[in-house]
């Protein structure tokens, strides 16, 4: 099975930089991903790492190190809008050559004016 | 886009009731999934199918079954409700080969 360990808030400001962090267990890896979760909406997907290193879209990257089994979202420039709950997420193999989406609980992210 | 309809939205059901939320998806994806939603617990697999008519328990399957006749519809079955079935629920599919999980926008279950 998955384990994955996020924290559960973390508060800026307007304008900062901000990292969330994501260490996993797991039985097998198949990438690591980060989902969006506005108050009383669905989680939408921002980034996917599959190798190590960082993957850039816009003013969201995503680090991954497997050695370390370990990744981050990183989030720059932050804004008001970006107010909301991150998972990180792996897969695991199940049955008939699919994969299942582990969770982890989630971080809120608070930004402050 | 993918667009996964979960069917209600907000319902109220009494304890004991029989409870179904649908969920359809228009991308031909292979693999459907219902997730349970909580605070401070995440997300938590029910269930999930990765074909039409297969099945298989996630985590916390304890008071659900599912149905898949058709391959874009994923139903959730509360057979006989329980307070501690309120929740927010979610259906979500996954194409395969693919790295992206969609979501519908929920369904917010009380059971009073």
């Known amino acids: 099975g998955q384990s994955l360990e996020q924290p559960s808030e973390v508060t800026a400001v307007e304008g900062a930089i901000v990292q969330i962090n994501c260490t996993y267990q797991?039985?097998?890896?198949?990438?690591l991903s980060w989902y969006q979760q506005h108050d009383g909406g669905a989680p939408t997907f921002l980034s996917y790492?599959?190798?190590?290193g960082l993957e850039e879209t816009g003013r969201f990257s995503s680090f991954l190190s497997r050695s370390d089994s370990y990744g981050y979202l990183l989030l720059q420039e932050l804004q008001m809008k970006d107010s909301a709950s991150y998972f990180c997420?792996?897969?695991?193999?199940?049955?008939?050559?699919?994969?299942?989406?582990?969770f982890g609980r989630g971080t809120s992210l608070i930004v402050h004016p | 886009d993918v667009k996964v309809t979960q069917s209600s939205r907000y319902l109220v059901k009494r304890t004991g009731e029989k409870v179904f939320l649908e969920c359809v998806q228009d991308m031909d994806h292979e693999n459907m999934f219902w997730y349970r939603q909580d605070p401070g617990l995440g997300l938590r697999l029910i269930y999930f199918?990765?074909?039409?008519?297969?099945?298989e328990k996630g985590d916390i399957p304890e008071g659900y079954s599912v149905s898949r006749e058709k391959k874009e519809r994923f139903s959730l079955i509360l057979e006989s409700a329980s307070t501690n079935q309120t929740s927010m629920y979610l259906c979500a599919t996954h194409p395969e080969p693919g790295n992206t999980i969609y979501f519908g926008e929920g369904s917010w279950l009380t059971v009073v």
């Open positions: 790492n599959a190798l190590d």
């Open positions: 797991t039985s097998g890896f198949y990438g």
């Open positions: 997420a792996v897969r695991d193999p199940a049955s008939g050559g699919s994969y299942i989406p582990t």
């Open positions: 199918s990765y074909d039409v008519k297969m099945k």
